[in-house]
Nanobody
Framework: QGQLVESGGGLVQPGGSLRLSCAAS????????MVWYRQAPGKERELVAHITTDGTTNYAGSVKGRFTISRDSAKNTVYLQLTSLKPEDTAVYYCNADVTMASGRYSSLWGQGTLVTVSP
């Protein structure tokens, strides 16, 4: 069964940067489209960034110009570069991808989440 494995979260000071990764397991042939979400304590999950199969990207207004979503198809990995971080960016970040499995079927998978904390 395929899975997405996230990494890269941590504690960073305001103005700092982090790069989150979402890597597909070997049983996943390709990542089609992927969305990064985040959920802050006491708040609903919100969409942060989206990348399509052809590389088209979209961002939430609150992160546009500061976050960049990208993909490395050879590594079957999608990244979220976070820059100029603010305390309000503190949240658990989740990746969600439509993937093609080695079996030939399509599936929608979620990563386990990675915590980003922005604090002095």
């Amino acid at each position: 069964q395929g899975q997405l494995v996230e990494s890269g979260g941590g504690l960073v000071q305001p103005g700092g940067s982090l790069r989150l990764s979402c890597a597909a397991s070997e049983s996943i042939v390709s990542i089609l489209a992927m969305v990064w979400y985040r959920q802050a304590p006491g708040k609903e999950r919100e969409l942060v960034a989206h990348i399509t199969t052809d590389g088209t990207t979209n961002y939430a207004g609150s992160v546009k110009g500061r976050f960049t979503i990208s993909r490395d198809s050879a590594k079957n990995t999608v990244y979220l570069q976070l820059t100029s971080l603010k305390p309000e960016d503190t949240a658990v970040y989740y990746c969600n991808a439509d993937v093609t499995m080695a079996s030939g079927r399509y599936s929608s998978l979620w990563g386990q989440g990675t915590l980003v904390t922005v604090s002095p």
